[in-house]
């Protein structure tokens, strides 16, 4: 058998600011053989109403875990960052405002309770807030709201919306927000109307990149979580999930059957074009390298494209 020297390769990067450089994976054909059968006629037969073949192997169920009951995946986590970086565009770092509203309770029961409902929680406290901000004239779906379990049991939902921000003012003070919150959070949860919110909910300026400031607080939270019920962690409007999609970028080449991914990383950490790079292994062998930019670099790709060329025509 001829192995080709070559591999196929393929750059992936999106808005959030991650990139993968991987390998495809090999295409394994297994041809059908004929062999010869060790048993009975009469071992072959099947009971009634089996309509599996005669010799194949027995049908495995998998059970599927409930969803989100794992906590937020690296696909969420990378959906809600390049969704705020996608309004830090539209708007302005200054004029986005990063909301905590923490659940006002520590009973363990209506904590599971609002884990459970956390779908309708998140579904209504977006409606909510949306005619808030129509109401001051900003548009309604510029939302992205992400529920963060923290490792001492607190539930946090931090939201990133657009304001305007004029003479030490927001567009809405912050007593109007804790009367919305409070509205979204009693009307899932009823038994929470009694609970004191005065202290439920800050609101912080963005001074720096969005989508660093919201993935420092992801990374806080309990994400290795398990849980016997489905859970939803993340709201982002379709035309940000959609416009992301436009924004992902692919290239695809050819590399070494011994492409070093070890070398690749030292040259994007030696360059500061990556950080936070890590790999995927697979049979002992390494398949992908992954990792973070500045999504503000409109370009990387492209060098990220030369350094794989470059690394791929290197010889030690």
Known sequence: MVTHPFRDCVIKTDYSGFFSVSLKAKKTYSPTKSMGLAVSLSETRLPQGDSRQAGAPPEVKVTRLPRGSRGLTSYGKRLVVGSVNLLEQRHGKHNLVFHTATLPTDDPALKIHVLKKSKEILKYWRKVLARLLERVGLPRE?????????????????????????????????????????RALTAVIPALKTVDFSKSCRTERIRK??????????????????????ITWYSVGNHLKERLKELEQTLCLSVRRDFDFSVLARVLVNSKLAWCL?????DGAVRSLFGYFDYRCLNFIDQLFQSVVSVNSWVG
């Open 209 to 230: 990149s969005a989508g660093r400031y919201l993935a420092k607080y992801l990374s806080k939270g309990v994400f290795k979580f398990s849980a016997d019920f489905s």
């Open 142 to 182: 510029d939302l992205v709201i992400v529920l963060e379990l923290q490792k001492r049991g607190a539930i946090h939902f931090h939201t990133v919306f657009p304001t305007r921000y004029s003479r030490g003012r927001y567009a809405f003070s912050l007593d109007q927000l804790d009367v919305a919150w409070r």
């Open 278 to 282: 890590d790999y995927f292994v697979l």
